[in-house]
């Protein structure tokens, strides 16, 4: 089996991670966005009324779930492919709701689609790797 892989997976994994930590993190301790600069009107036409909720699902399902997945991939756990497709497709979601309402706000959008999609890919690889 390919140890590469496993790094791949965990590297994106980890910097997803953390960074989806550290840039949600602001959101749930003011989800005013006082602490970001961005004013709750611009959650105008969303469901949320505050930050709170995304800056949560942020925090825990997309950067916990990461550095998670990085920790079993950087350990070469089979499970690791099944974590990186679950982690890879929460991460898509939440590039997906925030095209839809949002819209294309920056560069970051597709740079981050790309590293989730690669999540994906390489998730898929390790689970048919296990089963060979």
């Known amino acids: 089996m390919s140890v590469n892989i496993y790094k791949y997976l965990g590297y994106i994994q ?8 550290t840039g949600g993190l602001p959101f749930v301790l003011t989800p005013d966005g006082s602490k970001t600069g961005l004013s709750v009107e ?5 469901p949320f009324h505050n930050f709170l909720l995304p ?3 942020l925090v825990l399902f997309v950067g916990a779930a990461q550095l998670v997945g990085a920790f079993l991939s950087l350990n ?3 499970v690791s492919g099944i974590v990186g ?5 929460l991460f898509l979601l939440w590039v997906f ?7 294309f706000i920056n560069y970051m959008q597709p740079a981050f689609f790309a ?3 690669l999540e994906v890919i390489f998730g898929v690889k390790i689970i048919k790797q296990a089963k060979q």
């Open 85 to 89: 497709v679950v982690t890879g497709a």
């Open 97 to 103: 709701l925030q095209l839809y309402y949002a819209g």
């Open 115 to 117: 590293l989730a999609t």
């Open 14 to 21: 980890l910097f997803a991670g953390f960074g989806a930590v």
């Open 42 to 46: 611009v959650l105008d036409g969303t």
């Open 76 to 78: 070469f756990k089979k």
């Open 55 to 57: 800056g949560l699902y």
